[in-house]
């Protein structure tokens, strides 16, 4: 299909930007990589009159590390640049499992990690990943910007925490301690398909091996992406053993909300996302030794 005829804005400030979709209201969709708006504008799922490019405003494409061990990413980040970031490799080797799960190299090297979120599809990669990371989401309007922790950004089935006249603007990631690592994996049907069941984990262990911070997100096993707590729980102030990482794997399963469909049954799902929670403790837990 074909969208239905819309205006285009192309703006070069952040303020413009701003001032403009606070001008045409919920009339208006922000434009990032489009590789999930253009298919829905197609589709009629969304039929904005006017789209509200930001890839001409500077600043927002951009991985820094601050003093204080914080990463800042910019909404612009593409997929391939989070790819190959040296930065984010020293720290998050998770990227790279991650973005090479997504699509295929068009789509990555035109989708953004602000657009990944922003759209608000608990099937995306990203929202686990930033889940078990425990980002924080810089949200502008014209009032300024606020800082929303990962767990207030979704709320609903694509609804997230930015509101009208609002844009993403920046990912921020505290770098984690030593005896920290990461790592994602989604079972996917065939290659660049959205994720059967998809976990994502960072652990930090201390010398003697105990758990010190956990973090693990799910991808698409329920209806808004969601923190595994107790399975999370379950691991900290413990060493890593056998039992430990299959108690988290049960919460997990326990945990989510999964529904049927083409990739699976809800059992298959829930058992699914227990194997891959095992799977990804136990590869996080090898890098944060190695
Ligand atoms: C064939 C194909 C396969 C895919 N497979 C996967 C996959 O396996 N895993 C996965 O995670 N994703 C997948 N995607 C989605 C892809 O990663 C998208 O690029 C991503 O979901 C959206 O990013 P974008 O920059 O393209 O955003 P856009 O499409 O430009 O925008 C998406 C939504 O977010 C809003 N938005 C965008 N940026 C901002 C912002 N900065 N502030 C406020 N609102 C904003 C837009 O208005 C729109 O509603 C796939 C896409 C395609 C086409």
């Not at 391939?80 to 930065?87: D, G, K, Y």
């Not at 993403?168 to 079972?187: D, Q």
């Amino acid at each position: 299909m074909i969208a239905q005829s819309f205006n285009y804005e192309s703006p070069a400030t952040l303020a413009e930007a701003i001032a403009l979709l606070n001008e045409h209201g919920d009339e208006a969709k922000v434009l990032s990589g489009g590789h999930s708006l253009i298919p829905m504008m197609k589709l009629r799922f969304a039929t904005p009159s006017y789209l509200i490019d930001i890839n001409r405003i500077p600043g927002l494409s951009e991985i820094v590390e601050d003093v204080d061990g914080t990463i800042h990413i910019g909404a612009l980040v593409r997929e391939s640049q989070l790819e190959h970031s040296e930065l984010l490799g020293r720290h998050f080797p998770i990227f790279k499992d991650v973005t090479k799960l997504i699509a295929d190299p068009q789509v990555r090297n035109m989708g953004t990690l602000g657009g990944n979120l922003a759209h608000g599809d608990a099937a995306n990669d990203h929202p686990a990943v930033m889940i078990a990371l425990r980002a924080s989401v810089i949200i502008t309007g014209a009032d300024g910007e606020r800082s929303v922790p990962i767990d207030d950004f979704f709320y609903g089935f694509y609804m997230t925490a930015i509101q009208q006249g609002e844009i993403l603007t920046e990912i921020r990631l505290p770098v984690p301690p030593k005896g920290t690592g990461n790592a994602y994996h989604k079972l996917e049907r065939k290659v660049g398909d959205y994720a059967t069941s998809g976990v994502a984990v960072q652990i930090t262990l201390d010398e003697s091996g105990v758990v010190t911070a956990a973090g693990i997100g799910l991808t698409n096993v329920n209806p808004v992406p969601l923190r595994a707590a107790r399975s999370e729980e379950a691991l900290i102030g413990k060493p890593l053993s056998d039992e430990t990482i299959e108690l988290a794997a049960r919460f997990a399963s326990e945990d989510c909300s999964p529904s049927a469909d083409l990739r699976g049954s809800e059992e298959y799902k829930r058992h699914v996302t227990g194997v891959l929670v095992k799977r990804m403790i136990k590869k996080a837990a090898e890098r944060a030794q190695s």
